[in-house]
C-alpha cells in the first residue's frame, strides 16, 4: 500500500527525535567486519566496486515503514585529498518507482549533510537503522523513480578519521559514489545514463565541490545538474560564526578532519590539554553528542596561546589549507541550484551566496534562492521543495532557470 505524505511526514519526525537517543548506530546484520578494507586495496580505478551485499533502509527507527527501494551497501575505490586512493562505503539504492521520464533511469548521487566523526555515524548504518534524519528527502528522489547512491564519505565506517568539510575528499567521494553505482550489476542501474548531485549543508559544500571538480575528475560521467543548498564554501567565514556558538561542534569537527589529512600542520602543538582532549574526543562523536558535549566553548579556551582558533586561519602554513577549500573558483559546467536561509544561524549566508556570485562570474548557469525562513534547519525543510522540482526538471530536459545578476 502506498504510503501517504502525512504518514512520511510523521516518519521524519519521529526520526528527528530518536536522533537524540540513537546517536550511536548499529551496523547492517552482518556487517561488522565489511567497514575494514582489504590490505592493500585491490587494483583498479576510482569508483570500482571493492565489494558489496545487500542492506536495508527504513524511514523510521522501528522498522516499520521500509523506504520504496531495494538497497546494497558498498565498498568503492576513491581519491583522498592529497590524490592517494581509498576504500570509501555507501548505500545504493533502486526504486521500485518506474522511471516514467525521457531516456534512461537517473542516478541521484545524494551527500548527506553532518552526521558526525565516529564511525557509529556512517549514513550507510544510520540508513539500514531507520534514523537518517535526511530520509524524507532521500524518500522524495525514489519516489520519482530516481536511483540513488549515497556516500559514507572518507572516514565515516572506515578506518582513519572522517575528512569533515574537506573539498577534495567529498566531492571525489560524491563522484566516485556515482560511478560505483553505475558499476554495480545488482543494482541494475544504467551504466551510462544521466546523473545529477545534490546535498544540503555538509552535503551541499560536498555536492558543490563535485560539481567543480568534475569537469577534470569524472568527466565521463553525464552530469546534468547540482543541487547545494547552504554549502559551507568559505571555511574562514564558517569557522569565525561557529566559534562560541551552540554549533561550535562542528568547528571542532573540521578541526579533527584538518589534523588528520593534514598532520604536518602539528596542529595538536597549538592546544593545550583540553584542547588536545577535545579534539580527540570529537573524533568519536556524531551530531548530536558533539552539538551537546561542545555547546558555547570558546576555541580561545583551548589553545596554548590564549588565542581563538579562528585567528589562526589568516597565518601560515594554515592559511593555504583553508584556501584549498574555497568552493566557488571553478565554474561548474552543468546548471546549478543555491538555497540558502538569509537567516542562517550555523553556515552564513553571505559566503554562500558569494560562492554563487564567483560561479556566475565566471559563466556557470545559476538559480540562488534566497529563503526567508529562520535557522540552519528550517533552510533544509524550505529547501526541500524547490530542490526536488529544480533535479526533476533538470533529469527532464526542462531549460535551466538562471538568475545571475539578480542577488
Request: proline share 8%.
Amino acid at each position: 500500500m502506498r504510503l501517504t505524505h502525512s504518514r512520511r511526514l510523521a516518519a521524519t519526525i519521529t526520526t528527528l527525535i530518536s536522533l537524540v537517543s540513537l546517536a550511536v548506530g548499529a551496523a547492517p546484520a552482518g556487517a561488522a567486519d565489511f567497514y575494514d578494507p582489504p590490505a592493500p586495496l585491490p587494483s583498479g580505478h576510482a569508483g570500482d566496486i571493492i565489494r558489496h551485499q545487500p542492506t536495508t533502509f527504513f524511514l523510521d527507527p522501528v522498522k516499520l515503514i521500509p523506504a520504496p527501494a531495494s538497497a546494497q551497501l558498498i565498498m568503492y575505490r576513491s581519491t583522498d585529498a592529497h590524490g592517494d586512493p581509498v576504500a570509501v562505503t555507501g548505500t545504493v539504492l533502486t526504486p521500485t518507482t518506474p522511471w516514467t521520464g525521457p531516456g534512461q533511469r537517473p542516478i541521484v548521487s545524494y551527500a548527506v549533510g553532518t552526521q558526525g566523526m565516529g564511525d557509529q555515524c556512517a549514513p550507510s548504518k544510520a540508513l539500514a537503522g531507520g534514523y537518517e534524519y535526511e530520509g524524507v528527502f532521500i524518500d522524495g528522489l525514489l519516489t520519482r523513480g530516481y536511483g540513488v547512491v549515497l556516500t559514507d564519505y572518507e572516514g565515516l565506517g572506515t578506518p582513519g578519521v572522517h575528512t569533515y568539510v574537506n573539498r577534495k575528499a567529498e566531492g571525489y567521494a560524491v563522484l566516485d559514489a556515482a560511478r560505483a553505482a553505475q558499476r554495480l550489476p545488482d543494482a541494475h542501474l544504467p551504466s551510462n545514463g544521466p546523473i545529477a548531485i545534490a546535498g544540503y549543508s555538509q552535503g551541499g559544500g560536498a555536492s558543490a565541490a563535485a560539481a567543480e571538480l568534475q569537469p577534470t575528475y569524472a568527466p565521463e560521467l553525464d552530469l546534468k545538474g547540482a543541487y547545494a543548498g547552504a554549502p559551507p564554501a568559505d571555511l574562514a567565514a564558517v569557522a569565525k560564526s561557529l566559534d562560541g556558538q551552540y554549533a561550535v561542534g562542528f568547528l571542532m569537527f573540521a578541526v579533527a578532519s584538518m589534523n588528520y589529512a593534514y598532520p604536518e600542520l602539528n596542529i595538536p602543538a597549538l592546544l593545550n590539554e583540553k584542547g588536545k582532549a577535545l579534539e580527540s574526543a570529537v573524533e568519536t562523536e556524531c551530531t548530536v553528542d558533539g552539538l551537546v558535549k561542545n555547546a558555547f566553548t570558546k576555541t580561545a579556551d583551548l589553545t596554548a596561546d590564549g588565542r581563538p582558533i579562528t585567528d589562526y586561519l589568516a597565518d601560515e602554513p594554515f592559511a593555504s589549507v583553508v584556501a584549498e577549500q574555497l568552493i566557488g573558483t571553478i565554474a561548474p559546467k552543468v546548471p546549478v541550484l543555491v538555497e540558502h536561509s538569509s537567516a542562517d544561524d550555523i553556515v552564513p549566508f553571505e559566503q554562500g551566496r558569494q560562492m554563487a556570485r564567483s560561479w556566475c562570474s565566471e559563466g556557470a548557469t545559476v538559480q540562488f534562492d534566497a529563503l526567508a525562513v529562520p535557522t540552519h534547519v528550517g533552510g533544509f525543510v524550505a529547501a526541500y521543495p524547490a530542490a526536488l522540482n529544480w533535479l526533476d526538471g533538470r533529469l527532464k530536459g526542462a531549460p535551466a532557470p538562471d538568475n545571475c545578476g539578480a542577488f
